[in-house]
Every structure is written in C-alpha cells, then in structure tokens.
C-alpha cells in the first residue's frame, strides 16, 4: 500500500471513533502509533549490531510485542487493547526512569510519550488502525523508512485542501 493511501485509510478509520474530534486529534494518534512501529524497527537494528543493546522499552510494551495480529483470535483488540494502551503504555513510557546522561535513543522515548495522548476510544477501530499500520509497512526496510515523509506530505496536503477555519500548519 502506498503511503499516501495508509494515511487515507487510517483517517477514515479514526474518523468513526467518537474520540477523534478533528484532524489534530487524528495527527496525535498516528504520530505516537508509527513512532513505535518506527523504534521497534531501529532497535531491531541496533541489536543485530549491538549484542549488548538493551531496549529502554519495556519487552511487553514493544510493538512486535503487542501490535502484530496473527489472525488467530489473540490479538489485543476492545476494552483490552485500550486499558493496555491507556494504563500501561502510555503511563509506562512517559514516566520511564532515565539517567542524567543517557542517550538521545532513550530521552526521545519519553519525550514522545510525556505529552502525547490516545484520543480513540473504541478498541476495535484502534485495532483497525494498528493492524493497518502493521500490514502496510516494514520500516526496517530502506527504501520504506525514507518513503516517510510522504505521509507527513499527504496529512499537509490534506488539512491544505480541508479549508480548516483559518488554521495553519
């Protein structure tokens, strides 16, 4: 699927959740979800190059831990994947301990979580949202991670053409 179609698709999906109220909403929610799909793929890199590289994310709490939906039934989706989301991860990630000097790899994880926020509130159409995430794109791939700002491109786009009130971005 081509970038700019995923953002498609992902707007439509959010646009059914009765938490996403606009197009910042629907910014939040994607930027939080593709940073995680996006690390998990960075440290996959840096610990084939690394064998003593140790995620600051919890284990439970990396995307292919918990994201991936093998279509076997198991897969967090409903009131799971929310309490999950909402009361693990968020909280877990935003209050991360860090050292005075630790790297930017580790800052960059807390940061990104400190003020963010999940504003779905139906489990099964964030469910869609991951599993569309998840399906459409491999960001150990090269070509793939620098294809990025093709989504960022299309969400301008689309706010560019939405004539939103007067605002700007």
Do not use: C
Request: proline share 2%; aromatic share 12%; net charge negative.
């Amino acid at each position: 699927m081509a970038l700019g179609s995923l953002v498609k698709t992902l707007q439509n999906i959010m646009r059914n959740d009765a938490g996403i109220n606009g197009d910042a909403q629907r910014i939040e929610q994607m930027t939080w979800l593709f940073f995680l799909k996006i690390y998990d793929a960075k440290e996959e890199e840096w610990e084939f190059h690394d064998d003593s590289y140790e995620s600051i994310i919890p284990d439970r709490l990396r995307w292919h831990s918990w994201a991936p939906d093998a279509k076997d039934g198991n897969a967090l989706t409903g009131d799971e994947l929310l309490d999950f989301i909402n009361n693990d991860l968020f909280k877990t990630l935003a209050s991360l301990e860090l050292a005075q000097n630790a790297p930017l790899r580790q800052v960059v994880v807390k940061a990104a979580f400190t003020d963010a926020n999940n504003y779905m509130k139906d489990g099964i159409l964030l469910r869609q949202v991951v599993n569309a995430i998840d399906d459409a794109v491999d960001f150990t791939e090269y070509k793939e991670r620098h294809a990025f700002g093709e989504i960022y491109e299309t969400i301008l786009k689309d706010l560019q053409s939405a004539g939103n009130a007067g605002e700007f971005y």
